[in-house]
């Protein structure tokens, strides 16, 4: 397009709108001060005088430099094929992957199984070998799935008979599974590798990702703080859900920002999968439908009122937002290239009339393409809908009944045991009849009794069950989970509630991200606020280019999900862990990769401040390892002091048994007392300690049989784990000391005392249960005792 040779620089400020001919735009090359404005890529481009030696050299370099930190897509902005340097892009991720990787394998191999991990491992196992869905306690399988998939090939010893498994009892069952014969730290370690393969793969996407927004440097600027952020990389190494439905919501979300950069079959059925995914991972993965709803009805809005009542935006001096639908136009280069003219030095012939802007359409026309986009997308959001439906029935195996043996057999499913009408439950006539008079009703049903005070889930669930619009075990999951989010305790900075606070997600993210993480989002709100004001992110983010559009439908995605999953969290009774904030996180860190631009020649001071942002997130994750789980901010002392704050899977899971262990190998101690929180035995790990009754509402801790030895109340060394040690699951009147305590305290020893001495107990009164009292007063004075102590290791 230019003739003779010399040397091209790019000029970062934004041109203005070209007007009139190609060959009017065209000039000859022997004019020094001729520039060429190119409608698509929105530069200039100015032939100046050439150059050798060392000026020449350093020109070149620094030009190649920007190319390749100014490529997004596989293209630099001249449209000429992407470099070798580009080509091998991905090698950023996959050395962070590797890297992260190493420390996530690392850190699981050194933690005991937590809490949940044992009956999402037993139950993902079942679903395998038996092909029976009883064993879902609040959650969809895809994960539990994923899990047990790498388990199949060992010879296990399985628990799937018996009176636990007749019932669903899935706490004893995941106990049992994880216990001699089997190799418990090898089933625990098979089973979290898919997972941390899937929480890899979510850096991939939030690099590939914020790479097509922001080009190379701000794809590993995202990627790094995904990656070495220590409750994503804790959680990403765990057998549970949490991680699970991180990944997939950005997969979904990902695949509709694309989706509506370039409507595709292709690309709808992409978002298809990764919502049906989402769906099938937890069920707060639900939120994934509104998202989807209101982003459809923000690009219809943005869309009517671009075209439908301001005409065309350019010409008619219309406000542009942001996150308004892509108005494509061809780029000059595009309309004037032909294959036999495909290389970059190809001298173009003008075209007399060609404006850089298409001819404006009618209104007629306008609306008539407004709502063949309007229907478009939504077309493509049933049949992600109707997609993700086929995929929960399929994994169920088209099968309505969770079970697969005869009724008479096992309960079709574990809740159906609390059903008031089933005879197998065990319940006496008066006990049928207390709580059919306490919820009310006559036709009361399991989901009733779950969803008592939330009528319109319950008709709803109710009626999906019985229509068998959803299989059994889908629906009953889902009423218990909604049952569960009510009057579930909570633990925040001293207190205790069954109804939570609205502000414990925005301070559990504050004190559960690093604070080199936490400056880069706010660093990453000014960079975007920058783009806003006319200083793109990218430069090659410049109004009417491709970058940009597709920054724009991102910016309304991102903006949406957040608002919603942020509202729903702030709104929910259920405050038991930052673990349930997760999937807000990768959207966040997609924009963190605006600040790729500060990076960039020529040196600015926010460049230093990224630089320091990206170091200390790396750094602290390093200092972190292996006690990721139960990492805090700097800003508040560390994990050192994060027991004061935030308790449950926030802090301790009961991750730390091997920790435990090789400490009193190190420090032996005699007598040592064991307060534990957790699903595990602590005698898999070779512990022998003994233990207090009262510290979870577990059954397997009821049961003598067990051969558990109960702790005494004499000196020794005590060991809490910090959700014990808080209260945090203690009745309300037992959870601080008082002085109604303390005088029951002292009347029960006065009691026992004298029935010791041969008097007489009061009537009805029972010397066991005294004395299983004075035991509980006696833990609940300890504990309480405790609880103002600094620990001592």
Known sequence: MLAGRGDIQFNHSRAPHATGTMSELTQDASNPTGRVAQAGARCHWRLVRPCTGRQAARGTRFWERLKAFNASDG??????????????AWLVPLSLSIAAGALAVSATRQWSVTFDEGFHIVAGYSFWKTGDFRLLPDHPPLPGLLSALPLLPLDLKSPFTGHDWEHGDYWLLGQAFLAPPNDVDRIVFRARLPIVLLWLAGGWIVWAWSRKLFGGVGAAISATLYLFYPDLMAHGSLATTDAAVTVFFAAALFSWVRFLEKPTWGR????????????????SGLLIVPVLVLVTLVSWLQAWGRTGRCGHPERSGAKRRIWALPVHRPRADQMLRSPQHDSPHAHAAPLEGLSPHPPRRSETEEQRTLSSGVLLRLAALLFCLLFSWLAIWACFGFRFRAALDPPGESYSHMYLKHDVRDPRNGLSAEDRRLLLDKYGRDDLTVIRQLLHDRLLWGALLQWACDRHVLPEAYVYCLASTLSRAEGRAGYLMGEVSLSGWWYYFPVAAVLKTPAATLGAMLLALVAVAGSRRGTPPAPEAQPGSKRHLFLRNSLAVLLVFESVYWLASMAADLNIGHRHLLPVYPPLLVLCGGLGRWLGPPFRPGGLL??????????????????????FTELVGGRS??????????????????????????????????????????AWYGLDLSYFEYTA??????????????????????????TNLQGTYLADE????????????R???????????????PPGADPTALQDSLSRLYYLKLTSRLRGRTPDA
Request: charged share 20%; hydrophobic share 35%.
């Open 75 to 88: 293209t630099n902005c001249s449209g000429s094929p992407p470099s070798g340097r580009h080509r091998r």
């Open 747 to 761: 009347e029960h020893e006065a009691t026992l005392r004298a029935h010791l001495a041969g008097e007489p107990l």
């Open 697 to 722: 509402d577990l059954p397997f801790w009821q049961e003598p049989a067990r051969g558990r030895r109960l702790a005494d109340f004499t000196p020794g060394t005590y060991v809490y784990s910090i």
């Open 610 to 631: 990224v630089g320091v942002c990206l170091a200390g997130t790396v750094v602290t994750n390093l200092l972190t390892w292996p006690h990721y789980l139960s990492y």
């Open 268 to 283: 709808c059925l992409l978002a298809a999968v990764s919502v049906a995914a989402v769906l099938l991972s937890k069920y």
């Open 734 to 745: 037992f959870r601080t000391w008082n002085a109604r305590l303390e005088r029951m305290l």
């Open 641 to 682: 002091r994060g027991w004061r704050y935030l308790s449950d899977s926030n802090i301790d899971w009961g991750q730390d048994t091997k920790f435990l262990k090789r400490y009193f190998d190190e420090h032996p101690r005699a007598d040592v007392k064991l307060s534990y929180f957790g699903s595990a035995d602590p």
